[in-house]
């Protein structure tokens, strides 16, 4: 595949040539570009033209490309020059502004200088057709460390589980049997679950979100950098409590030992992520990786691979477009009520809050009465809630940011009542 790409792009340069007589800069930079996104959307990462972010100088520099990689992090940089700059020159002067060396290419339409490590590792023409295929190869298939780090913990994460596990049910078994302030407290909750969430509910359940949300704390408190979140989020705290009864100190650091590496990794990558965009992306690799060790079976029943940006946004124009066409109105307008009954991560309402971003006054009052959304599965449900809420912060200007004392988010806080489904009900 990837020697079929240089041939489309060289081509492609060919037939320019050929169609005005002669090729620009600006004409190769375009087609390289064009070969870089197709290259990177192969590998299912994400090309961004432009992107800017802090140096490690702390200055703004916005390279022509960034490509993102699945994991959500920045994975690769691209820099055009002009045909008559000196391409040396201008890669020292980017350079000492505090360009990425990690993982770069720069280049002027004639020569692509590949940099890795903070070495020059590449450098050919770019109209040779091997030799170009070797500096993408190269480019291509650096793995940062980080990224190298996670896989690893990934690896590491599914040998240690189901030790981890066993030693949680058997210290929740114990509190069940020989701590009554424990059993009382799980049974106030599970009462209050079964009434506001589903009757059918049992001991079994409580179980389960309790296990999720021991392993899933250090998370959340190291990717949003929410280290409240815990404490404040209704079902949070009422589990943090549980937690609280049976499971503190030297026992709680040596069953979770095991899964160091893998939190250390989500650490070390979290930190290198700097946009709320990029850590939605983040937090749903982390999420499908973690649920298919956690459960297998269980991930395959409930489809626990999200769908992919584009279609969720596709979903968003054509439901607009379709609620005009057939209603003779738009999701935007009041008196549309939008359901989401299995948000998962939010990602539905995010895109549908940043579809409609450039009319803030509708949209205020469409996310505090109209948008109403629910999960079931407690570590989507609290990647919902931070989502949803930063997303709706960072779209609608001077929001005050929303903390109910029973709820995280007002789009999870209402019940679908017919169904008598949301784990934000007030009774919490």
């Excluded at 809050?353 to 205020?364: H, W």
Aim: charged share 25%; proline share 3%; glycine share 4%.
């Amino acid at each position: 595949m990837s020697q079929l790409l240089i041939n489309q792009y060289l081509n492609e340069i060919d037939r320019l040539r050929k169609f005005s007589g002669s090729v620009t800069e600006g004409v190769i930079s375009e087609a390289f570009k064009d070969l870089l996104k197709t290259w990177s959307r192969q590998l299912n990462w994400q090309f961004a033209a432009q992107y800017e972010f802090a140096s490690t100088q702390k200055s703004r520099i916005r390279p022509d490309g960034t490509i993102f990689h699945s994991l959500g992090l920045p994975f690769g940089y691209w820099e055009a020059k002009d045909t008559a700059d000196d391409l040396d020159v201008e890669i020292r002067k980017k350079l000492a502004k505090g360009y990425p060396q990690d993982n770069i290419i720069f280049e002027n339409s004639h020569t692509a200088v590949l940099i890795q490590d903070r070495q020059e590792v590449f450098r050919c023409s770019m109209t040779d057709n091997d030799a170009l295929l070797k500096l993408l190869n190269l480019f291509f298939g650096y793995e940062r460390a980080e990224i190298r780090e996670f896989r690893k913990a990934v690896e590491e994460f599914k040998t240690y589980l189901p030790f981890v596990l066993d030693a949680l049910s058997s210290r929740i078994d114990a509190a069940y049997a020989e701590n009554p302030v424990f059993k009382a407290a799980a049974q106030k909750f599970l009462e209050t679950c079964k009434e506001t969430i589903n009757p059918t509910l049992g001991e079994a359940d409580v179980r389960e979100m309790l296990i999720q949300h021991i392993l899933t704390e250090e998370i959340f408190a190291n990717v949003f950098n929410e280290g409240d979140f815990h404490h404040e989020n209704n079902i949070a705290k009422e589990l943090y409590a549980l937690e609280g009864k049976f499971f503190t100190g030297a026992v709680k650091k040596e069953t979770l030992k095991g899964l160091e590496l893998y939190y250390a990794a989500i650490r070390a990558n979290a930190a290198q992520i700097t946009s709320h965009a990029e850590k939605q992306t983040f937090l749903k690799v982390i999420y499908e990786n973690f649920y298919k060790v956690y459960d297998a079976k269980k991930a395959d029943r409930l489809g626990v691979v999200y769908t992919p940006n584009e279609i969720v946004k596709f979903m968003v124009e054509g439901a607009d477009w379709l609620c005009e066409k057939h209603f003779g109105k738009n999701l935007i307008d009041e008196h549309v009520e939008i359901l989401d009954p299995a948000t998962g991560t939010g990602t539905f309402i995010c895109e549908l809050l940043e579809y409609f971003r450039g009319d803030p006054k509708k949209l205020a009052h469409k996310y505090k009465n109209e948008l109403h959304a629910n999960e079931v599965a407690i570590l989507p449900y609290y990647v919902a809630n931070l989502n949803i809420e930063a997303t709706c912060t960072d779209v609608i200007p001077n929001i005050k940011r929303i903390r109910f004392a029973t709820s995280f988010s007002p789009v999870l806080k209402r019940a679908l009542s017919s169904q008598r489904m949301n784990f934000t009900a007030t009774a919490y």
